[in-house]
C-alpha cells in the first residue's frame, strides 16, 4: 500500500503582519511539506478574537505569496469552526474527560494558598483541581481537560525532529487545563488539535516557543482517539532584549518591496535554518532558491535526527 502524503501546515495567529521570525516557522514548514513532496496547507488561527487585527490575515496571506509560498488548498479559519470544536468538547465530556469549572483567578490563588504551594507555571497558576468534583453549586465558567485519567498516564514523551527526546507530564506540570475560556473563546489547544487532525496533518513544524504546548496537544489527541503527527520546532530569532522576536522587542514588518528585498528577506529567514544564502543573478536566484533548499532540507531530515547546521 502506498503512503499517505506528508501534510504540513502553517498556522498564524492573524496579530499582525508577518515578521522575520514567524517568517522562518512559514518557511520551514513549507520547505519541509515540499521535501517530502506533501502538501502545504494554512489555517489562520483567528479564534482569540480580541487580539485579531481585522486585514492581518490577508496581509499575511499576500506575504506568503510574494515569497513565493502559496498553500496548496483554500485557508482554513478557525473562527468558521466551532461546530468542530463544540463536537470534540461534547466528546470529552460524555467520556468523562472534561468537566466545568467556577473558578475565577482570584478562587485558584486562594485554594493554593490553603495548600500551601502556590505553584506557578509561565505566569499561570497551576490549577488545584477544585472542579473536578462538581461545581459546589457555582456557575460554570470555563471548561477544563481531566489530565488524571485512570486509564493513561499523563506522563507524555515524544520525540521532537530537531530537539530530540522530550517529555513531561501533563497533570504534574501543566495541570487541567482550559478547553473552552471563561470568556466563551476556545482555547488553542483545543483548537489547534481539532484542526490538525481535521486537516490530515502529519507534520507540525513551528517555533520553538511553541514547543511546550506538544505534551499537552498529545494528551488531548490520545483523549479524542486522534492520530499523534510528528514534530520539529524550529529555532526561534530573538529580539533586542534576547527574548522571541515580536513587535514589542523591535520585530520590523517584513520588506518585501521588490524582488531583491524579498530575496533578502528569505535569505535571513533562511540563515536561520542554517540554509545557505541563495547568491547569483536575481533570475537565477529566484528560479533556483527553491529547489536548492528544498533539496538541502530533504538531506537534512533524511536521518534520524534533523540536522540543524550547515548542510
Ligand atoms: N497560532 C500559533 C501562533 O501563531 C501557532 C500555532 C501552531 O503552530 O501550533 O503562534
Not at 473558578?103 to 490563588?109: G, M
Not at 495548600?115 to 468534583?133: K, W
Not at 453549586?137 to 470555563?142: D, Q
Request: hydrophobic share 40%.
Amino acid at each position: 500500500m502506498s503512503q499517505p502524503p506528508d501534510i504540513g501546515r502553517f498556522a498564524p495567529s492573524p496579530t499582525g503582519p508577518l515578521h522575520a521570525g514567524s517568517l522562518v516557522a512559514a518557511l520551514a514548514s513549507w520547505l519541509d511539506a515540499r521535501a517530502h513532496g506533501g502538501q502545504w496547507l494554512l489555517r489562520i488561527e483567528d479564534v482569540d478574537t480580541p487580539r485579531c487585527v481585522p486585514g492581518a490575515a490577508d496581509t499575511i496571506l499576500q506575504q506568503l505569496a510574494t515569497c513565493g509560498m502559496v498553500p496548496d488548498a483554500p485557508p482554513v479559519y478557525q473562527s468558521q469552526r466551532d461546530a468542530l470544536y463544540q463536537q470534540a468538547l461534547d466528546q470529552l465530556t460524555r467520556a468523562g474527560l472534561a468537566y466545568p469549572c467556577a473558578c475565577t483567578r482570584q478562587d485558584i490563588a486562594a485554594a493554593l494558598a490553603v495548600n500551601g504551594h502556590a505553584r506557578e507555571r509561565h505566569g499561570e497558576l497551576i490549577y488545584p483541581g477544585t472542579c473536578r468534583s462538581g461545581l459546589h453549586g457555582k456557575p460554570a465558567r470555563a471548561w477544563r481537560l481531566l489530565t488524571t485519567q485512570a486509564d493513561q498516564s499523563a506522563d507524555i514523551t515524544w520525540t521532537d525532529r530537531r530537539l530530540g527526546l522530550k517529555t513531561q507530564n501533563v497533570s504534574e506540570q501543566v495541570s487541567d487545563f482550559v478547553l473552552r475560556r471563561a470568556d466563551g473563546l476556545w482555547a488553542y489547544q483545543l483548537a489547534v488539535v481539532v484542526d490538525d487532525a481535521a486537516q490530515g496533518i502529519t507534520n507540525v513544524v513551528r517555533g520553538e516557543d511553541l514547543a511546550d504546548n506538544t505534551a499537552r496537544q498529545i494528551l488531548l489527541q490520545r483523549a479524542l482517539g486522534l492520530p499523534t503527527p510528528r514534530y520539529l520546532h524550529t529555532p526561534l530569532v530573538l529580539g533586542s532584549n534576547g527574548e522571541k522576536l515580536s513587535k514589542q522587542n523591535g520585530a520590523q514588518a517584513l520588506l518585501l518591496s521588490d524582488p531583491l528585498a524579498v530575496l533578502a528577506t528569505m535569505n535571513t529567514a533562511a540563515a536561520c535554518l542554517r540554509l545557505p544564502a541563495a547568491s547569483g543573478t536575481l533570475a537565477e536566484v529566484l528560479a533556483q532558491w527553491v529547489q536548492r533548499w528544498t533539496a538541502q532540507w530533504a538531506l537534512k531530515s533524511s536521518g534520524e535526527r534533523f540536522h540543524h547546521s550547515p548542510a
